[in-house]
T-cell receptor, first 113, second 113 residues
Framework: DTAVSQTPKYLVTQMGNDKSIKCEQN?????MYWYKQDSKKFLKIMFS???????INETVPNRFSPKSPDKAHLNLHINSLELGDSAVYFC????????????FGQGTRLTVV | GENVEQHPSTLSVQEGDSAVIKCTYS??????FPWYKQELGKGPQLIID?????GEKKDQRIAVTLNKTAKHFSLHITETQPEDSAVYFC????????????FGTGTSLTVIP
């Protein structure tokens, strides 16, 4: 029944590794997002996809690569992880309209050691 | 792009008192303003939203006001309860350019029993 689900919930990995976070939504939404929340709780958009097409790519290192195999999934792959990548990453989805809410997943806490 | 500022960053109130959180935005084209509540270890969840054609909206103990001229909007929580303790985020979006939510920096609300 979970509307937006992301896995894993926790991820601890060493510097230099490559990791992926998966996200799926069952709401039939056209738009999906990745947000990064740092230790100060700031929520910053990283990417936005509409019907599998990238529509927003904020200033994010190219080590981060989103992939949307279909409009219900938006995965985030991170290469060569750095200490500064440690954060909570949230997936979200919404209809492609700017006047309706976005639904968030539970978050993935990434810790790079 | 849009810039959303939120104040205060932390707020402590006695149970039963009211809490007010204020946000300002910069882009006059923004027309949708959701408020999210984030509890510890969870993703943000919508608690109330307001569209630019409305000046005020209320849902039980929660109300939001919008002043388009001054470009600011506020969240009001009355009769606060300990379970209201959480981080609250305001956001702004422009429905004409699709969904891109710009979030405020968050307010950590503590309700003291």
């Amino acid at each position: 029944d979970t509307a937006v689900s992301q896995t894993p919930k926790y991820l601890v990995t060493q510097m230099g590794n490559d990791k992926s976070i998966k996200c799926e939504q069952n709401l039939g939404h056209d738009t999906m997002y990745w947000y990064k929340q740092d230790s100060k709780k700031f929520l910053k958009i990283m990417f936005s996809y509409n019907n599998k097409e990238l529509i927003i790519n904020e200033t994010v290192p190219n080590r981060f690569s989103p992939k949307s195999p279909d409009k219900a999934h938006l995965n985030l792959h991170i290469n060569s992880l750095e200490l500064g990548d440690s954060a909570v990453y949230f997936c979200a989805s919404s209809p492609y309209r700017g006047d309706t809410e976005a639904f968030f997943g539970q978050g993935t806490r990434l810790t790079v050691v | 792009g849009e810039n959303v500022e939120q104040h205060p960053s932390t707020l402590s109130v006695q149970e039963g008192d009211s809490a007010v959180i204020k946000c300002t935005y910069s882009d006059s084209a923004s027309n949708y303003f959701p408020w999210y509540k984030q509890e510890l270890g969870k993703g943000p969840q919508l608690i109330i939203d307001i569209r630019s054609n409305v000046g005020e909206k209320k849902d039980q103990r929660i109300a939001v006001t919008l002043n388009k001229t001054a470009k600011h909007f506020s969240l009001h929580i009355t009769e606060t309860q300990p379970e209201d303790s959480a981080v609250y985020f305001c956001a702004a979006s422009n429905s004409h350019t699709g969904n891109q939510f710009y979030f405020g920096t968050g307010t950590s609300l503590t309700v003291i029993p």
